[in-house]
């Protein structure tokens, strides 16, 4: 059976970005047509200073983010990265087959680097190459991720086709990201051109799934919007990143398309369609937020679910790893 992997970084608190756009596509390709596996990049997040309280707890409700969301750690294989240490020495192997030109045009790192670039970790710099051992270490063919992760799946493919031709060999698999379904790029509620992410400032600008109820709803009331109706066909959102950022949100909670939920409601006023996507949105949310709280009442729980998930993994990262050595060169003892 085919492989999935994907990540997130405990670096902050889930939004609604990471469950529409990762999250809830995990859900959907758990059953019997892959094996799925899904990390909390702890590693990754270090590449910024992370607080290690905080860090500790946010990797633990990631954990709880990722169950209550119907990721089941018996099927899908859930763990933190740190505790699988083959992601950590594949991605040195790949530090010397990827170039630093490849890292230089990667726009997540001139975004988080800023203007003063000297000054970011030498780790921030080689994310995308820990990022494609996370993947390949398990020979995985099919990554979900939101649409901004795509230039650093891009380097997974030249990273595993380069490591194939300096050795000669057909080792790793060329990867295919899955960018799918209405929300693969959700948007700041203060601004439909930027993205929806935990860094922001702004919390008014997010959905945190620790949100409350009446939180969620003041969020949406307070969206920003335009004075128009909505439209019923697609094409009358063009140029209107903030009525579509609501209906793409709308269509993802939903699970329909856009085209289905502009023929609903097309033609009303944001007055009548905001009442509408908050409650969607808390139907959809609530349940969720609170059995988070409910599973962060048992941490040794937690802690024993990602213990269990990493020895998991390392059955099948282990021998991968001692393979790649292998056709590196490295003398072994087996
Ligand atoms: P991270 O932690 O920033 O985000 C986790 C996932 O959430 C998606 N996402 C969004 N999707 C739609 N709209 C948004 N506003 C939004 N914000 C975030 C991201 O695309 C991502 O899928 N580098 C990765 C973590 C990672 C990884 C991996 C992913 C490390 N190793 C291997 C896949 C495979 C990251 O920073 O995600």
């Not at 905080?54 to 859930?78: K, V």
């Not at 939920?261 to 006023?269: F, I, M, P, R, S």
């Amino acid at each position: 059976t085919p492989r999935v992997f994907s990540g997130i970084q405990p670096s902050g608190g889930l939004t609604l970005g990471n469950y529409l756009g990762a999250i809830k596509r995990f859900v959907d390709m758990q059953g019997p047509k892959f094996a799925t596996i899904y990390c909390m990049v702890d590693l990754h997040a270090i590449t910024v200073w992370q607080d290690p309280a905080a860090l500790r707890r946010n990797t633990r409700e990631l954990c709880a983010g990722f169950i209550a969301s119907g990721i089941d750690p018996e099927q899908s294989i859930l763990f933190n990265q740190s505790q699988v240490p083959e992601h950590a020495q594949l991605g040195w192997i790949f530090n010397c087959v990827a170039r630093m030109g490849w890292m230089q045009r990667m726009t997540q790192w001139k975004d988080k680097a800023g203007k003063n670039q000297q000054n970011a970790s030498l780790g921030l710099f080689a994310y995308p190459s820990l990022m494609a051992a996370d993947i390949l270490i398990y020979h995985a063919t099919h990554v979900p991720v939101g649409e901004d992760q795509k230039q650093h799946l891009e380097l997974t493919r030249d990273i595993a086709i380069k490591f194939n031709n300096d050795f000669g060999v057909d080792f790793f698999p060329v990867t295919e990201p899955v960018i799918e379904g209405a929300a693969t790029r959700v948007m700041s509620l203060r601004d439909g051109t930027k993205k929806m992410s935990k860094s922001d400032p702004s919390d008014m600008s997010r959905i945190n799934m620790t949100d409350d109820a009446d939180a969620i709803a003041q969020k949406i009331r307070k969206a920003k919007t335009d004075p128009d109706a909505l439209p019923s066909e697609i094409e009358g959102l063009e140029g209107r990143p903030d009525a579509r950022n609501l209906v793409n949100i709308y269509a993802a909670l939903a699970d329909q398309s856009v085209e289905q939920v502009l023929a609903e409601v097309g033609g009303k006023q944001f007055r009548e369609f905001k009442p509408m996507l908050a409650e969607l949105a808390v139907s959809k949310l609530s349940p969720i937020s609170s059995e988070m709280a409910r599973l962060m009442n048992d941490q040794a729980e937690i802690d024993r679910i990602l213990a269990r998930g990493a020895e998991r993994a390392r059955v099948i990262a282990e021998p991968i790893l001692r393979q790649t050595y292998d056709i590196v060169g490295m003398v072994s003892s087996a």
